[in-house]
């Protein structure tokens, strides 16, 4: 008999346990059927294998924290983040996992800039298992009908007549060189090729999906002859494990039906740990498949890296170029600062046009970006004078604002919050998640506010995604008292010799300076207009607005 969510107690999965009960739930992680026990754990960490010997190179668990009900014997209700019921663990065992043993192993690194390293300190210290009733398969509303399921990818691939199929991996959008060795690869093995991108948790960083996935779409529906790629979805949430992640890869490639699989130098590396060294050597991925494909069952094709030789208008492997020959390339740094961020078109001979425009179109350049300048200093340092000059300086240049001063956030945004501490959080919170919302679509937000604690500013920034400019005025108070009309300096100070404190910002309660600005402004001694000119400048310098008379592309 199922069990009902009535009465369970219930965890709400993150982004990564969601992409985990997908596959197990579906079947791409077979043979695990549920999430690790401790023996299958333990052996996993340290040699690759499950408890009976078979190869599984990475833990596939679910963290927990003991207690209110989430106990032996007892059933959690596993939810998403919107509350929706996805399944019920009957838990059979508690445990505590070493997470040293895990990052040194499973990882390769104690080094916290490796993404997998970071999570563990972000979870709970015990894992959970038992078995999994799936209630409902984490639902998706975007690109239906690219998401098969290993048994229904299996029968297409059926009855398309395919023997031999082999994967392609990607995390990245497609561009020439890309298409052309697909194509050869499915050539070499004599087969239908699967393209594969992962849509669950990729690098820190990477295109968003959407935006990948679209040009995907575009280069299989245009490019590819009809009957020789298919484009499926895989929900994996990717542990940038390289050569154990490799290996996990190729084993859901197998159980997605596939008998090859494209493996890169670097595959699924993270990049460089915090001494500036890479994580995994460039080559210690194919070297990890190589040895282990024919226990996993699936061959390996090496991808080749491929230039563009413009004389003959075609591409070719490098290492089957002869010296001398021109050669041409565009690296993902170029991509990036010398075309998209420029608002430039990428060249026909690198990228389709088809995924060319889908890249322009989701990564405008920064003058196109959405922006949140916020001010903050002392009351009386000059933050709302400056930006309401900002705001119509900003006019002349194209980029018009919207403006939060911190009395009309009081009076509408957090009527009735108090100037506690945590009230005052609450209250540069809201300010800050409004003007991010305003930044991600496109909008710009100029927030006079105090501000006065580091955390909750650094928040801030991070809601904005990065489009995100600190104006420290850092006027001295003496000047900011001399110009205080309400006389509310006067007050707190006259409240702390009554030993009565206010919490005053500046007076009996402490102003945490930014660290590092991008811009400083001190005006005590700058005019208004000296202090947009800076502003203005720092912005020019940040692509955020164009000199005048320049024609955007």
């Known amino acids: 008999m199922k069990a009902s969510a009535k009465d369970y107690p219930s965890q709400t999965l993150d982004e990564r346990a969601i992409c985990d009960l997908e596959l197990l ?252 060294k890479p994580f995994y050597e460039p080559y210690a991925a194919q070297e990890a498949m190589a040895k282990y494909k024919d226990e996993i069952g699936v061959g390996m094709v090496e991808f080749k890296q491929m230039v563009f030789l413009p004389d003959e208008d075609r591409y070719a492997p490098v290492d089957e170029v002869p010296a001398g020959v021109k050669t041409a390339d565009i690296s993902d740094a170029q991509v990036r600062d010398d075309y998209l961020a420029k608002g430039l078109q990428l060249p026909e001979w690198f990228s389709r046009p088809a995924v060319a425009e889908i890249l322009n179109e989701t990564n405008p350049p920064a003058f196109r970006q959405g922006l949140t300048i916020w001010f903050t200093g002392l009351s009386g340092s000059g933050k709302s004078t400056v930006a309401q000059a900002l705001v119509e300086r900003l006019a002349e240049y194209g980029r018009n604002c919207s403006f939060l001063d911190g009395d009309e956030i009081r009076t509408h945004l957090s009527k009735g919050l108090s100037f506690s501490k945590e009230d005052r959080d609450i209250n540069i919170r809201r300010v800050g998640y409004v003007a991010g919302m305003v930044a991600q679509h496109g909008g710009t937000t100029l927030c006079s506010v105090i501000s006065p604690y580091k955390t909750i500013r650094d928040e801030a920034r991070k809601q904005s995604k990065g489009n995100f400019v600190e104006v420290y005025c850092s006027t001295p108070i003496d000047v900011c008292e001399n110009r205080d009309v309400k006389g509310m300096y006067a007050k707190a100070r006259a409240a702390v010799a009554e030993g009565k404190p206010m919490g005053f910002t500046g007076i009996d309660d402490p102003y945490e300076a930014p660290e590092n600005p991008e811009v400083t402004l001190d005006t005590g001694s700058l005019g208004v207009a000296e202090c947009v000119d800076k502003i203005i400048e720092k912005l020019l310098a940040l692509g955020y607005i164009l000199p005048h008379g320049h024609i955007s592309a």
């Not at 020789?228 to 542990?239: D, F, G, N, Q, S």
């Open 25 to 276: 739930s579906v079947g791409g992680y077979s043979p695990l059927k549920t999430f690790m026990n401790k023996a299958d754990y333990d052996r996993v960490v340290k040699e690759q294998r499950l408890a009976d010997g078979m190869l599984w190179p990475l833990p596939v668990v679910l963290p927990v924290t003991p207690g209110e009900g989430v106990a032996v014997g007892k059933a959690l209700a596993l939810r998403d983040v919107y509350g929706n019921l996805l399944a019920f663990l009957h838990i059979d065992e508690i445990y505590e996992p070493d997470k040293q043993a895990e990052a040194e192993h499973a990882y390769g690194s104690l080094d916290k800039k490796h993404p997998s390293v970071a999570y563990l300190d972000r979870i709970p210290n015990h894992y959970a298992t038992g078995r999994l009733e799936v209630v409902r398969i984490p639902p998706h509303y975007d690109f239906v009908e690219l998401r098969r399921p290993p048994r229904e990818l299996r029968e297409h691939f059926e009855s398309q007549g395919w023997s031999k199929i082999v994967a392609f991996q990607t995390r990245d959008p497609l561009h020439r060189a890309h298409e052309e060795f697909t194509k050869r690869a499915a050539e070499q093995i004599g087969g239908g090729l699967l393209i594969h991108p992962v849509v669950g948790v990729t690098k820190p960083g990477d295109v968003d999906h959407y935006t990948r996935v679209r040009c995907y779409r575009a280069l299989v529906d245009n490019y590819y002859d009809k009957g020789t790629a298919v484009l499926c979805l895989l929900p994996l949430a990717m542990r940038m494990a390289g050569p154990r992640e490799v290996l996990l890869q190729a084993i859901i490639r197998r159980n997605y039906g596939c008998t090859d699989f494209i493996v890169g130098r670097d595959h699924a590396g993270p990049g460089k740990d915090s001494t500036g």
